[in-house]
C-alpha cells in the first residue's frame, strides 16, 4: 500500500480526499478578485444611498487589505473561505437591509452584483495551484491513489476551477454542496467520497485549509486530517492531526 510521508512520519493510505479553495487553488488568486469585486458593487450600492458598510469593510467577507485598500488576504476562519455561495448572500444583503432595502429586494442586488463579478471572473480565468501541488498529484497518480474533492463550493464553478487549473482528469469523485443535504463540517461529502471511489474511511487521507476540512475528517473517521495553512501559521486547524506550509512537504512513497 502507498505511504503518505510527512516528515518523519509514513501513513499508509489508499485515497485522498481534497479541499479545492485554499488547498488546491490559491483563495486570493481566484476568489479575492471576486471579493473585490462585490466589495466594490456593494459600496457603489451603499453609496447611491449616501451610507456605508455597517462594519468594517474587512469584516463583510474576512478580508485584509493594504492601506490603498487593496485585498492582500483573508481571514482563513472566515466567510470567504468557508461560507457556502448562499451563506455569502445573505452576509452581503445583510449589508443592505440595514440601509433600509428590503430583505427580498437586498437579496436580488446581491445575486446580481455576485453574477456580474462571477462573469468577470469567468473573462479572467484566473486560478492558481497552491505550491508543489502538481507534482504532488502526479506522485499520487504514480501510486494510483484514488483521490477525490470536497467542498463547499457549486458543481459549475467546481469543474471550472478545476479545469483552469488543468487538473480536472486526476479526481474521480467530486463532491460539492448541492450534492449532500448537510455541508461541512458534517462527514456527508467524505463519506460520499469514500463510496464513490471505492475506499475504507480508515485508509483515507483528506487535506484541507480550514477547521471544517478537519472536523470533516475527523467525523467520517479517515485515517489522517491534515491542515494547509501557507498564509500564516495554521492556529485555526485546531483539529488537524498535522499542519504543513505547502505541499513540498508531502512524498508518496510506494
Known amino acids: ?19 479545492k479553495d485554499g488547498t488546491l487553488l490559491d483563495l486570493l488568486a481566484t476568489w479575492g478578485n471576486w471579493a473585490e469585486l462585490v466589495l466594490c458593487g456593494m ?12 462594519v ?11 492601506a490603498a485598500g487593496k485585498l492582500i488576504g483573508y481571514d482563513p476562519a472566515g466567510p470567504l473561505t ?11 444583503a445583510w449589508q443592505l ?8 429586494e437586498a437579496l436580488t442586488r446581491v445575486k446580481s ?11 479572467r480565468r484566473t486560478a492558481q495551484p497552491l505550491e508543489g501541488l502538481l507534482p504532488f498529484l502526479e506522485q499520487c497518480a504514480a501510486a494510483s491513489l484514488k483521490l477525490g474533492v470536497v467542498t463547499s463550493d457549486g458543481a459549475k464553478t ?30 456527508e461529502m467524505a463519506e460520499l467520497a469514500c463510496r464513490e471511489l471505492g475506499l475504507s474511511p480508515e485508509v483515507t487521507i483528506i487535506i484541507g485549509d480550514s477547521n471544517a476540512d478537519m472536523q470533516l475528517g475527523k467525523g467520517a473517521g479517515l485515517r489522517l486530517a491534515v491542515g494547509i495553512s501557507n498564509m500564516g501559521d495554521g492556529n485555526h486547524l485546531i483539529d488537524a492531526d498535522v499542519i504543513i506550509s505547502s505541499f513540498n512537504e508531502l512524498r508518496i512513497t510506494y
Not at 459600496?43 to 455597517?54: P, R, S, V, W, Y
Not at 468594517?56 to 493594504?66: A, E, N, P, W, Y
Not at 452584483?113 to 473573462?123: F, H, N, P, T
Not at 454542496?177 to 448537510?182: T, Y
Request: proline share 5%; charged share 25%; net charge negative.
Open 97 to 104: 437591509y440595514a440601509a433600509g432595502v428590503p430583505w427580498n
Open 1 to 19: 500500500m502507498p505511504e503518505l510521508q510527512i516528515n518523519d512520519d509514513c501513513i499508509p493510505c489508499s485515497g485522498i480526499l481534497f479541499d
Open 82 to 92: 468557508m461560507a457556502t455561495e448562499e451563506e455569502s448572500y445573505g452576509v452581503l
Open 56 to 66: 468594517d469593510r474587512s469584516k463583510v467577507l474576512g478580508t485584509q487589505h493594504d
Open 158 to 187: 467546481t469543474q471550472e476551477h478545476l479545469d483552469w487549473l488543468g487538473i480536472a482528469h486526476y479526481f474521480h469523485s467530486v463532491v460539492t454542496r448541492d450534492r449532500v443535504l448537510n455541508g461541512k463540517p458534517a462527514p
Open 43 to 54: 459600496e457603489n450600492q451603499l453609496a447611491i444611498m449616501g451610507t456605508d458598510f455597517i
Open 113 to 123: 452584483i455576485a453574477k456580474d463579478a462571477m462573469y468577470e471572473l469567468r473573462k
